[in-house]
């Protein structure tokens, strides 16, 4: 799900710098007002999970890759700003140091992964496990759920972007000056693999994770409560 630099054309990158700019300045803001102190080293270990899980990747058709994230997982014990943070933080370092995902293209990749799939994972989540108990059942199914949807919504943002690059920037032939593969290409191909693969990843790893906490130490679960504004 990475763009890669020279995918995005140079006002596609700076528009999503542009939007992912106030959502960074709101959610430190937001972390610093609300994160406890004993939650710090958990929003450390979130963010370290986050780029590991990320790091293993495959390569898709058209120059990007398809892999998990833990978007969902993160908001879920810590809330979704935090996890906007941590999901920042871990894809800022795969594109400095292992160039995993472009430096022009950090804006676009922090919007599809440490905020649309953050924010739907968080709603979907807390809409489908509303009123129930921090050990029931549903809380394990939503968190499933939340992750699947959720990833599958940040491929397609992914995919939407690049597969616009041909019409938004063309030479006079008609010859695409970044991303070479239209939307007819890009959906399918991000789609594919998410829906069939990863999304099922993400699910598993997170209704798991979920799960084992429900009986080790539910507080963890409770930990995000009181952390949305």
Known sequence: MHIPDGYLGPATCGVF???MLPIWVAASRIVKRTLKAKQVPLLGISAAFSFVIMMFNVPIPGGTT???VGSVLVA??????AACLAVTVALVVQALLFG???????GANCFNMAFI???????????ISAGSPVTSSRRVVAAGVAGYAALNIAALSAALMFGTQPILYK????????????????IPAMLGEHLLIFGWVEAIITALVVKYLQKQDPSLLEA???ATA
């Not at 030479?171 to 890009?186: D, E, H, I, K, R």
């Open 17 to 19: 710098y542009a939007v």
């Open 66 to 68: 398809g892999h998990a």
């Open 76 to 81: 879920i014990l810590l809330g979704p700003w």
């Open 100 to 106: 995993d995902g472009g430096i022009t293209a950090i």
């Open 117 to 127: 799939e953050v924010f739907a994972g968080y709603c979907l989540y807390k809409l």
């Open 171 to 186: 030479t006079a032939s008609g010859q695409s000056l970044y991303c070479p593969y239209g939307l007819n290409v890009a």
């Open 224 to 226: 995000g409560k009181g």
